[in-house]
């Protein structure tokens, strides 16, 4: 793929990505999947490139990952505190509300999946839910997301 970039042609640099973000969806690199579909994306439409959308498509649903890149929104203290997080478990609400697994939220916050577990436990039993899901919906409900 780098190198159908420095050659400039946009159209095999799209393919080598849809073919990077199935080899990394294979392996369970979820992350880099999804970046990977989202360039290509982003070129085959620049493109017109109609079936290289489907494809791009496709790929997409097999691997359950979204094209739309999540959007992250930090609480202020006044909401957190409103709810009953901390600051730290405001953030863990967001990357929760934005569909990132414990072991991805351990990642991004530089701690532990057993770190980040305890901190969505903490959420759930704040917010009063009993799932993920829940917790989810209720950053919603706030425009957390």
């Given amino acids: 793929m780098t190198r159908w970039r420095a050659l400039g042609d946009r159209w095999a640099t799209a393919i080598a990505l ?10 369970g ?9 989202r360039d290509a994306h982003e070129i085959a439409s620049q493109l017109g490139a109609v079936p290289l959308l489907a494809e791009i498509d496709a790929v997409s649903s097999r691997a359950r990952i979204s094209l739309e890149a999540p959007t992250r929104i930090a609480l202020d203290e006044t909401s957190a505190e409103r709810l009953g997080l901390t600051p730290r ?7 929760v509300a934005a569909g990132r697994t414990n072991r991805q939220i351990g990642d991004e916050l530089y701690v532990s999946d057993k770190t980040a577990s305890v901190h969505v436990s ?3 039993r704040n917010l009063g839910v009993n ?5 989810a919906a209720v950053a919603q409900r706030l425009r957390i997301t």
């Fill in 18 to 27: 849809v073919r990077e973000a199935e080899a990394a969806a294979s392996i």
């Fill in 89 to 95: 478990e405001a953030e863990v609400l967001a990357l």
């Fill in 131 to 135: 799932s993920r899901v829940d917790a």
């Fill in 29 to 37: 690199a979820a992350d880099r999947a999804a970046s990977s579909l």
């Fill in 122 to 124: 903490n959420i759930r």
